[in-house]
């Protein structure tokens, strides 16, 4: 990951006096364990009074320890990859829409989820649109998927401000770092 190298490029680029500033090059197939120290060694040598974007990062536990080390924005397509797939993000995990069990489940989604898919689908009829190649299914999904990282966000802004941002990283942490019961 040459940690020398991000320091670095982080050092230089902060050189020219830019407005704000961009970390890549992460998120490219190295593992969590290994995409963190690199991160530091980039953040270590940015300003923390102006914005940190983190491109291509986007699974949940990755944008929390990305927060509690100062990136302010993110953007990434999982979410809506994932969707496309028969994968949905749930306070519980990965849940795959695909799966046999969901065939006549007239549960939402995620029962905590304000988005009109939770509102008005249930699993079983999700899982037929997306066993029969239904366009909506994608849809549908990509709604429930972004509203679901919306809250998470908004979890986060909350618990940064109650000061309480280590104990949800150990929450979310214990869904999706591989240590929780997440679901397919």
């Not at 680029?13 to 830019?18: Q, R």
């Not at 829409?97 to 509102?119: G, L, Q, V, Y």
């Not at 997306?130 to 990509?142: F, I, Q, W, Y």
């Not at 802004?157 to 397919?184: F, H, K, M, N, Q």
């Amino acid at each position: 990951i040459e940690a020398d190298l991000r320091a670095e490029s982080a050092q230089r680029t902060v050189e020219l006096d830019f407005d704000g500033y961009a970390v890549g090059g992460l998120s490219v197939g190295e593992t969590r364990e290994e995409m963190l120290p690199a991160l530091d060694a980039a953040l270590d040598h940015l300003p923390v009074d102006q914005p940190r974007y983190l491109m291509g990062v986007g699974d949940p536990l990755s944008i929390v320890e990305a927060v509690a080390r100062g990136v302010d924005m993110f953007d990434c397509v999982l979410p809506t990859r994932l969707a496309r797939h028969g994968t949905l993000l749930t306070d519980a995990g990965r849940l795959n829409i695909k799966r046999a069990e969901f065939a006549r489940s007239e549960d939402p989604i995620d029962p905590n989820c304000p988005c009109p898919t939770c509102a008005t689908y249930s699993r079983g009829y999700l899982r037929h649109l997306t066993a029969v190649g239904e366009p909506a299914a994608a849809s549908l999904c990509t709604v429930h998927n972004l509203t679901w990282m919306l809250g998470l966000v908004a979890r986060i802004r909350a618990a940064i401000a109650a000061g309480r941002l280590d104990g949800l990283r150990a929450e979310v942490a214990g869904v999706w770092s591989g240590s929780g019961p997440g679901l397919g």
